[in-house]
């Protein structure tokens, strides 16, 4: 059974600061990797995916990286803002049929002006 | 519309009655998957549909949950005799096809609380 452990559970950072936030997940059985941003109250917005061949992918001031066989992904964000405050969630799907999805409890990204 | 909808929003039900969740995938995406959030924990994986079939529903908690799917858009999640461990939100996903580019998007939710 995929397990997914993001670490940290919860950052506080001054705006501008770059940061990185960790994934790491069991199975490396993968098809791809998804990083999902929540914002309190709402439903989730896709921000990243990271197919199983890729190391990485870039999105503005987002990068995200997957290393499949040591089961570990980060996203980097550059120059934050306070509008990036969200719970970040790290999805690796599994690489079967079903394509199942296991999510991560999430980082809780609090950027403050 | 351009994305996923879920209705209702909010549901507040009582304990012991029966619910019913519709999710309306994006037009001509043949896979949609149901998840349960907990508060402060990530999604949780439920059922998964390929089409009208369901392909995985071992996230199920028990059989008083269930979903359909019959004409392979509009897909309603079932809950007979709520509890109250069932509030939650309830979250629905779809994607083109499942396998090749599986990415997933998401509606806002149901807030389903039982009293």
């Known amino acids: 059974k995929q397990e997914v452990t993001q670490i940290p559970a919860a950052l506080s950072v001054p705006e501008g600061e770059n940061l990185v936030l960790n994934c790491s997940f069991t199975?490396?059985?993968?098809?791809?990797l998804q990083w999902f941003r929540q914002d309190p109250g709402k439903g989730l917005t896709s921000l990243l995916l990271?197919?199983?061949?890729?190391r990485e992918q870039t999105s503005g001031r987002l990068n995200a990286s997957l290393d499949k066989s040591s089961g570990r992904s980060t996203l980097y964000i550059a120059a934050s803002q306070p509008g990036d405050s969200a719970t970040y969630l790290c999805v690796p799907t599994e690489d079967t049929n079903a394509g199942k999805s296991t999510f991560g409890d999430g980082t809780t990204l609090t950027v403050k002006p | 519309g351009a994305g996923v909808s879920q209705t209702p929003s909010n549901k507040v039900t009582e304990k012991g009655k029966y619910v019913e969740l519709r999710c309306d995938p994006i037009?001509?995406?043949?896979?949609l998957y149901w998840y349960r959030q907990s508060l402060g924990q990530g999604p949780e994986f439920l059922i998964y549909f390929q089409g009208t079939g369901a392909a995985d529903d071992s996230g199920l908690p028990n059989d008083r949950f269930f979903a359909v799917r019959p004409e392979g858009s509009v897909s309603t999640l079932k809950i007979q005799r709520t509890e109250r461990g069932d509030s939650a939100v309830y979250l629905c996903?779809?994607?083109?096809?499942?396998?090749?580019?599986?990415?997933?998007?998401f509606g806002p939710g149901t807030r389903l609380t039982v009293l």
């Open positions: 199975d490396s059985a993968i098809y791809n």
């Open positions: 990271i197919q199983s061949s890729q």
């Open positions: 996903a779809s994607s083109l096809r499942q396998g090749v580019m599986n990415e997933q998007f």
């Open positions: 037009s001509g995406h043949t896979a």
